[in-house]
């Protein structure tokens, strides 16, 4: 064990022995960052064209597939476990990507000579780091960033890590601080299944949320309770603490990368309008909403001091951005545009909304059936506008257009319409001879969960996974079947929802896995997995 800079102490191996799990994280991508500064007023850099540093970036399971997607955009990341940092140059080197590099370093070894960044990441590090290197990092976004640079840092809080950091403290209590890093996690989940029959169940509000956190630290991962929990550093703060820091490092609050979050759809309305009423500005606002809410986490953004953002939607809010949504329409087919009949859009296991404005309804349509790529405002005005033609007022244009623009607003603020800088590299139909991310092809090699060109992460069922580690492209529809129907002929493969045995008859199970191969194909589209 070595001290750490603030006398706690520290295994430097830990992240060897058990690798902190390395995924993409969308909330920090740059078309986030750069898409909810836009909305705020400001100019941030173009991430087409962009420098990105994003400080502990383990095995570049965020940093990488960004820079697939980014190929003219430049990427560094920098970690301090040797493992991790083999591990990423190794993806890298695969896939043969020559606008990312992973440095094996302290984050305190970054200074003037790594040269100035657009954006910077740092998820899942400054809770669990010193004090020395908490400012560090704030250091870094502030004098390393560009003038118009955004940060994103997330960070644990109280209220809400109340009640998780005594499951902690209990857990580190009994844990051999000096044990390997996989006893330790042994020990921890021990002493967990015995405080799942100890805690009372008898209502009492405290035991409620004691046995709630027990139970979902029972249900994560190793790396997640080593690192998350065993971990000697761990500080969650208010968010006010957080913001105070920053100020002083010469930063401002921007947003938080997860919208919604900053947003009371979901408290009563009276509730929201005693909160803004109490509030005498965003700062304050922000943290009253933690307290109301028990918020245990932020993703929050940061720009520079001399930075003037707008805190308030308006109608400039969507200019040059993209307008994206996986809404459907339902029920599913043509939408009917007259005036009065409502149009009801999902998306699937989440938001949805209606309108009868034929305007409306022709655009968030065609929004659907752009997806996964967007519109701009004015080609999607204009095409709402020709679809929808018969059934529009004598209204002029402009009035047409503020309608549109009001009803857009109101459908990203519910979540049924994101707004994006960028437009992915993906395609949204199926092309003769398919190709797929190569990224999320090596993925798919070796998990179920891949990363898309939205940078989301996508959970593929066995059949889908296989099929993605086909797309290279070569192949056309036919040799695509012939390969998956071997492969289920062989048992190698299963069909989805598919009572074995499958069709005995080599035409039967060929047609079979004929329709399960043009389903998956589409779905991958959806998913933003094909690329051209």
């Known amino acids: 064990?070595?001290?750490?800079?603030?006398?706690?102490?520290?295994?430097?191996?830990?992240?060897?022995?058990?690798?902190?799990?390395?995924?993409a994280f969308v909330q920090s991508h740059p078309d986030r960052l750069a898409s909810i500064a836009r909305i705020f007023g400001l100019t941030p850099p173009d991430i087409a064209r962009c420098r990105v540093l994003e400080l502990g970036c383990a095995a570049g399971g965020n940093l990488i597939p960004m820079a697939y997607a980014l190929p003219d955009s430049e990427f560094v990341g920098v970690d301090l476990s040797a493992a991790q940092v083999?591990?990423?140059?190794?993806?890298?080197?695969?896939?043969?990507?020559?606008n990312v590099r992973i440095e094996h370093a302290s984050i305190l070894d970054i200074d003037e000579t790594w040269g100035n960044f657009d954006y910077l990441i740092c998820h899942g590090v400054f809770s669990w780091v010193p004090p020395a290197v908490q400012n560090k990092i704030l250091q870094i976004a502030a004098r390393q960033l560009g003038e118009h640079g955004i940060a994103y840092i997330s960070y644990n809080t109280y209220p809400?890590?109340?009640?998780?950091?005594?499951?902690?403290?209990?857990l580190g209590y009994h844990a051999q601080s000096d044990a390997h890093p996989a006893e330790r996690v042994a020990q921890a989940r021990r002493l967990l299944d015995q405080l799942a029959t100890a805690v009372p169940r008898d209502g009492d509000a405290y035991a409620s949320l004691f046995g709630g956190e027990v139970e979902r630290l029972r249900a994560s991962a190793d790396w997640y309770l080593y690192h998350e929990v065993l971990e000697p550093n761990n500080a969650p703060m208010y968010f006010h603490q957080f913001i105070e820091r920053a100020q002083k490092a010469g930063l401002q609050y921007l947003a938080e990368a997860e919208f919604s979050d900053m947003l009371t759809l979901r408290l009563p309305q009276q509730v929201a309008q005693a909160l803004h009423e109490m509030s005498g500005d965003i700062l304050q606002y922000e943290q009253n909403l933690d307290f109301l809410r028990n918020r245990h986490f932020r993703q929050t953004l940061l720009c520079k001091a001399g930075a003037r953002p707008r805190h308030a939607l308006s109608p400039d809010s969507l200019e040059g951005l993209y307008l994206a949504s996986a809404a459907q329409a339902e029920p599913a087919g043509a939408v009917d545009l007259r005036p009065g009949v409502a149009a009801n859009f999902h998306i699937k296991g989440g938001t949805q909304g209606a309108t009868d404005d034929p305007l409306t309804k022709a655009a968030l349509n065609l929004v659907a059936q752009r997806w996964p790529l967007g519109w701009k405002i004015d080609e999607l005005f204009d095409a709402a506008r020709e679809q929808a033609a018969p059934w529009l007022s004598d209204s002029d244009d402009a009035t047409l257009r503020e309608t549109l623009i009001h009803d857009l607003l109101q459908c990203f603020l519910s979540g049924l319409i994101e707004l994006h800088s960028w437009q992915p590299p993906c395609v949204s139909q199926v092309s003769a001879r398919p190709a797929a991310s190569a990224w999320a092809m090596a993925e798919a090699a070796e998990q179920s969960l891949v990363t898309n060109l939205r940078h989301h992460v996508i959970n593929l069922m066995p059949f889908s996974q296989t099929l993605l580690t086909?797309?290279?492209?070569?192949?056309?529809?036919?040799?695509?079947?012939?390969?998956?129907?071997?492969?289920?002929?062989?048992?190698?493969?299963?069909?989805?929802?598919?009572?074995?045995?499958?069709?005995?008859?080599?035409?039967?199970l060929r047609a079979l896995v004929g329709a399960w191969l043009?389903?998956?194909?589409a779905r991958l589209a959806r998913y933003a997995l094909l690329t051209a």
């Not at 809400?160 to 209990?170: F, L, P």
Request: net charge negative; glycine share 10%; aromatic share 4%.
């Open 160 to 170: 809400g890590w109340n009640v998780r950091g005594a499951v902690r403290h209990m």
């Open 470 to 508: 086909l797309l290279d492209g070569r192949r056309d529809h036919g040799e695509l079947l012939d390969e998956l129907t071997a492969r289920v002929s062989s048992g190698e493969l299963a069909l989805p929802q598919t009572e074995p045995p499958a069709p005995a008859d080599p035409a039967a």
């Open 518 to 521: 043009d389903d998956s194909l």
């Open 1 to 23: 064990m070595t001290p750490t800079l603030d006398g706690a102490t520290h295994d430097p191996s830990g992240y060897d022995a058990i690798p902190y799990h390395s995924q």
């Open 86 to 98: 083999e591990s990423g140059r190794s993806k890298i080197a695969r896939l043969g990507l020559k």
